[in-house]
């Protein structure tokens, strides 16, 4: 199995470079801010607890996320392989993923980091907030938390990789074609 998690700050590309990856490895695509969107847009419970969380910048709670997370990934038994987008974003998350994987006879493969500055960032985010509808893409200061959020709770999480030799890191300022290319690269090496 091949098992990617695509790395990086809110704004790096993660969603449509996953989106590429997927098609072309033949992978499942597992977003947990997709995950989540669906849910709040069907009331569910899952995504009004998460719309509370979501609104603010701040992270869903980490039991909350990782039974969602395992949940989606026991669906497809017979894939071959996952790339895990806006996953793990806390040491215990990432804990726990390799616990599950284990638990299933599989690991991560590597974990590829998108390297993109935050003035591009906040830039990219307005931008699609533009378009996406997504409110937590449209107000500077949630952006600001988001970014937050990140550098105090997530960057780490490299750290967590490259200990196990897993981590990548791919210059995240390009055409989206030029990016999609380093990351094949990264991923065939
Ligand atoms: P994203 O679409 O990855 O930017 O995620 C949007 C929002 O969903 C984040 O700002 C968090 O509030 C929430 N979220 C997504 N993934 C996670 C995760 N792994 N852990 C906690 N919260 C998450």
Redesign the pocket.
Known sequence: MLNIVLFGP??AG??TQAERIKDHYSLVHL????I??FNMKKSTKLGLL?KS??D???????E??IKM?ESEVIKYPESNGFIF??????TL?AKNLDEFLKSKNTAITKMIALDVPNNELIERLLLRGKDSG?A?DQNKEVIAN?IK?YEDQTAILADYYRLQNKLVSVDGIGTVDEITHRLYSAIDN
């Not at 977003?31 to 997709?34: C, V």
């Not at 603010?56 to 980490?62: A, F, M, W, Y």
């Open positions: 809110p704004g993660k969603g977003s947990t801010g997709d989540f969107r998460a969380y979501i603010k910048g701040e992270l869903v709670p980490d909350v996320t997370l987008d806006g996953f793990p974003r806390t998350q997504r937590d988001r959020v």
